[in-house]
């Protein structure tokens, strides 16, 4: 009964872990790396292990970061079932797809200059079908159900309320006369954050493998945030336009929700808002048709509304022609489109339009890992290269902690608190300093155990 981690370990994205027991091989989540060229050029790197002999994977929710390298591991190999939350299956279909979708248009134009050079043509890292095939594999389930992935390792979905159908994993393993009972936290979001529910309870493990993104970190109080953000769309009004890139699923239907609630207080009618990502729309799509997932709130407004959120001055743009025709628009455009971290997608060419006026503005919603133009930006530079153009940056960069999915250091230590045993801890999925600084909270308050885990590392459960 093995643990070994391979990836989100020291650093944010990638994450992936094996759990192995009674001869068979469960991986933990199969995420892209992001952050940076030189990050990502580590996704097309040789698996650390052999992708066709893991039996299953247990996928925690649909997230690139932890979805993202399912298609290559199929294409190298992968044959078994993926385990998800059925919200998870369903946003996977829409989030692989377009993983697989943007690098291969990339490489299929790229190669078209690179003929012309005379330079041998780049491959993608998987191509639509590989998505198509893998998405095939997907085997949803209900939060709370105990079903069996392979002789021996039993798992269970509890609710982790990052994003629709995010989950904690429980995993029973048996091996001989050893039980052990290890918890995989998953990607925590905050208490009483809108649409979702709160993370669960869980009473009780051997080991914990726990998430640390925001270690050492604190949100601003969800009203401060939320007065923050309706602080800035009034400066902004009757200016130049707003841009938030935000992740498709999750980060742009809470901003969706929050514009709908606060629709008359923040004078949401002078705006012309603009859900600028095809996947974002079926993501909202999808989030609108899991209505037993949300919390008491969303509920009510669902229940009280044709549609989520009551915004009649929301436009859904998936064609790339209608993207372009808001660059047409010289004030009171208020932008929503990925990436996230603006690493790529529609954000980047509303950036070239809007980035370098002094009357616009840009409203940082979520995490921007190192290497990322959202970090740059966050971190006040001045110029910036977009598309292989450098460009001046003269909006008004805003950045709001407090609106995150993930769940802040507080946050992270009352999940932790509702095990009573005290299990040991591996923290993962975070930067090396927010990693130590969750280790010395956890440590000081619960007196644990707690290490952090690194790649290659290897656990026996037995000893626990």
Not at 148 to 165: C, D, K, N, Y
Not at 302 to 323: I, Y
Not at 419 to 437: K, L, T, W, Y
Request: proline share 5%; hydrophobic share 35%; aromatic share 6%.
């Amino acid at each position: 009964m093995k643990l070994k981690f391979y990836g989100a370990a020291g650093e944010v994205t990638g994450s992936c872990h094996i759990l192995e027991a009674n001869g068979h091989r469960v991986l933990l989540d199969c995420g892209l790396i992001q952050g940076g060229r030189k990050a990502e050029a580590r996704n097309a790197e040789p698996f650390p292990f052999d992708p066709g002999g893991v039996d299953a994977v247990v996928l925690s929710h649909a997230h690139i970061d932890h979805s993202g390298r399912l298609p290559l591991l199929g294409a190298r190999g992968f044959r078994g079932p993926i385990h998800c939350q059925n919200a998870t299956a369903d946003l996977c279909k829409v989030l692989l797809m377009d993983s697989a979708f943007l690098p291969e248009m990339d490489a299929k134009h790229g190669n078209r200059r690179r003929r012309r050079k005379g330079l041998p043509e780049i491959e993608p890292l998987y191509r639509q079908d590989d998505a198509a095939t893998v998405l095939r594999q997907l085997d949803g389930h209900r939060y709370d159900e105990r079903f069996v992935v392979a002789p021996g390792i039993e798992v269970r979905f509890r609710e982790a309320g990052h994003i629709l159908g995010s989950t904690s994993v429980e995993l029973h393993v048996s091996e001989g006369q050893t039980t052990r009972t290890i918890v995989f936290s998953g990607d925590l979001g905050q208490y009483d954050t809108p649409i979702l529910r709160d993370p669960a309870a869980i009473e009780d493990a051997d080991l914990v493998i726990m998430e640390s993104t925001y270690g050492g970190r604190h949100h601003r109080s969800r009203d401060e945030t939320i007065r923050e953000l309706g602080e800035i769309l009034q400066e902004a009004a009757g200016s130049g336009n707003v841009m938030i890139p935000a992740f498709a699923v999750g980060r742009s239907q809470e901003l969706l929700y929050q514009f709908g609630h606060h629709f008359d207080a923040w004078g949401m009618d002078r705006w012309n808002v603009f859900l600028d990502s095809p996947m974002a729309i079926e993501a909202s799509e999808i989030y609108w048709n899991y209505p037993h997932l949300y919390d008491a709130e969303a509920t009510k407004l669902r229940s009280e509304n044709n549609r989520m959120p009551p915004l009649p001055n929301l436009h859904l743009t998936r064609e790339a022609q209608e993207s372009m025709a808001i660059n047409r628009i010289h004030s009171g455009a208020l932008i929503i489109a990925g990436s996230g971290m603006c690493t790529g997608g529609r954000i980047l060419h509303h950036f070239k339009h809007n980035l370098w006026r002094s009357d616009c503005h840009v409203v940082i919603v979520g995490y921007q890992a190192h290497g990322s133009l959202g970090r740059r930006l966050v971190d006040g530079s001045e110029r910036v290269r977009i598309h292989g153009e450098t460009i001046r940056v003269a909006a008004k960069v805003h950045t709001i902690g407090g609106l995150s999915a993930h769940g802040d250091e507080d946050d992270l230590a009352r999940w932790y608190g509702s095990m009573q045993s005290r299990p040991p801890v591996f923290v993962v999925h975070g930067e090396p300093e927010a990693g130590a600084a969750l280790a010395g909270r956890l440590k000081r308050e619960f007196g644990c155990r707690v290490d952090a885990a690194e790649p290659g590392l290897e656990v026996d459960l037995e000893e626990l």
